[in-house]
């Protein structure tokens, strides 16, 4: 079963880049590398996926090294609404994505 | 559009009272999902739909069980709630298949379950 492996928590300023990594050494080779944001009260929200080398939209970028074994999440400039938990998601591998493992997400803290 | 939609937005129950949680969404999407989150945890798979009239376990099936009433509606029921079972349930929705295969989940709210 895919498993991934994040950070528990980071701090930051406002402002700085930050950089997430995740771990996920048995993914499959079918499987997307998805990243959600989680405000408290309220449920995930989709940030950015990918599959290899780099993805960037309007709100992250994505690093995804060609082993695949890894990825990184970049924020730039982040402010303090940023202060969320980010779960870096990949599938099990075997069951067609369905079971998506979500693990304990990395708490950032955005600080003045 | 509305989303996902959930209710109720909180509930409390007795141990061994049952009840059944709503989930419905309005963006034509195929499969649709149940997960539980605790305090402090990620969120865990109860339960998916790939298709209308399909659904499969996920990691905590246990003490559960779902409908999928149509192609909108998705249902979670707890036949005899327990303690362990307090936890915020969320409900998601994707096109097709969701999180690994490249199909973004689309959240519902949250229904916070507390069993007393």
């Known amino acids: 079963l895919a498993k991934t492996t994040q950070p528990i928590s980071m701090d930051s300023y406002e402002g700085q880049e930050v950089n997430i990594t995740c771990s996920h050494n048995?993914?499959?080779?079918?499987?997307?590398i998805t990243w959600y944001q989680q405000f408290p009260s309220q449920g995930p929200r989709f940030i950015i996926q990918?599959?290899?080398t780099k993805v960037t939209n309007e709100v992250a970028s994505l690093f995804i090294p060609a082993d695949r074994k890894s990825s990184t999440l970049s924020l730039p400039r982040v402010s303090l609404s940023d202060t969320a938990v980010y779960y870096c998601?990949?599938?099990?591998?075997?069951?067609?994505?369905?079971?998506?493992?979500f693990g304990a997400g990395t708490r950032l803290f955005v600080k003045a | 559009n509305a989303g996902v939609t959930q209710t109720p937005k909180f509930q409390v129950l007795k141990t061994g009272q049952s009840m059944t949680l709503q989930c419905a969404q309005d963006?034509?999407?195929?499969?649709m999902y149940w997960y539980r989150q605790d305090p402090g945890m990620g969120l865990r798979l109860i339960y998916y739909?790939?298709?209308?009239?399909?659904?499969d376990k996920g990691e905590v099936p246990n003490g559960y069980n779902v409908s999928r009433l149509n192609k909108r509606e998705f249902s979670l029921r707890l036949e005899s709630a327990a303690p362990s079972q307090t936890s915020v349930y969320f409900c998601?929705?994707?096109?097709?298949?969701?999180?690994?295969?490249?199909?973004?989940?689309?959240f519902g709210p949250g229904t916070r379950l507390l069993v007393l």
């Open positions: 048995n993914i499959a080779t079918n499987d997307y």
């Open positions: 998601l990949v599938g099990d591998g075997n069951t067609g994505g369905f079971k998506t493992i």
């Open positions: 990918g599959y290899k």
């Open positions: 739909s790939a298709s209308e009239g399909t659904t």
């Open positions: 963006m034509n999407h195929n499969s």
């Open positions: 998601a929705s994707s096109y097709d298949r969701g999180g690994s295969r490249g199909e973004t989940q689309y």
